[in-house]
């Protein structure tokens, strides 16, 4: 039994100095770097005194200050019709931050919308950043009842 210790004892020191030459690239590699995103999420959609208030979370990981940021959408009713087009301006997105923005829609029923299309981006401006940025790093997502379209 002693010596299955002391065999059991060099093995795992064998094993711990030998993985101390395993060259240092291959240890820490470093992780990839994130696509950029401009992250849209739909947070709440409640009744106002104007109609429909839709409350959204914006993260903007694009590596870049927005000076400016709209968004062209249609609403689809509870019959999937277009209901009404409609520009949602975010203003400023400043890199790396998160911003909490509402919007009312007036003469809109929270309850019968079913879903949102972002059609385009109306506008999407900053320095070093190309007007097709905001569309192609735009993620949707939703806590609501009302699905983003595809």
């Known amino acids: 039994m002693r010596s299955l210790t002391?065999?059991?004892r060099l093995l795992t020191s064998a094993l711990a100095m030998s993985l101390g030459l395993v060259p240092a690239w291959v240890q820490s590699?470093?992780?990839p770097a994130p696509d950029p995103?401009?992250?849209?999420g739909l947070n709440a959609a409640q009744p106002s005194d104007k109609g429909c208030r839709l409350t959204f979370v914006v993260n903007n990981a694009l590596g870049a200050n927005l000076s400016k940021a709209a968004f062209e959408i249609a609403l689809f009713n509870e019959a999937g019709v277009v209901d009404r087009p409609t520009v949602l301006d975010f203003k400023d997105l400043p890199?790396?931050?998160t911003k909490v923005a509402r919007f009312d829609l007036a003469g809109a029923e929270c309850g019968k919308v079913s879903r949102v299309l972002i059609n385009s981006a109306t506008e999407c401006a900053g320095d070093g950043v190309e007007p097709a940025a905001c569309m192609r790093a735009l993620k949707t997502?939703?806590?609501t009842a009302i699905a983003f379209a595809e």
Do not use: E, N, R
Not at 37 to 40: F, N, R, V
């Open 141 to 143: 997502s939703t806590k």
């Open 6 to 8: 002391t065999s059991l």
């Open 37 to 40: 995103a401009l992250s849209l």
């Open 95 to 97: 890199a790396g931050k």
């Open 29 to 31: 590699a470093p992780a």
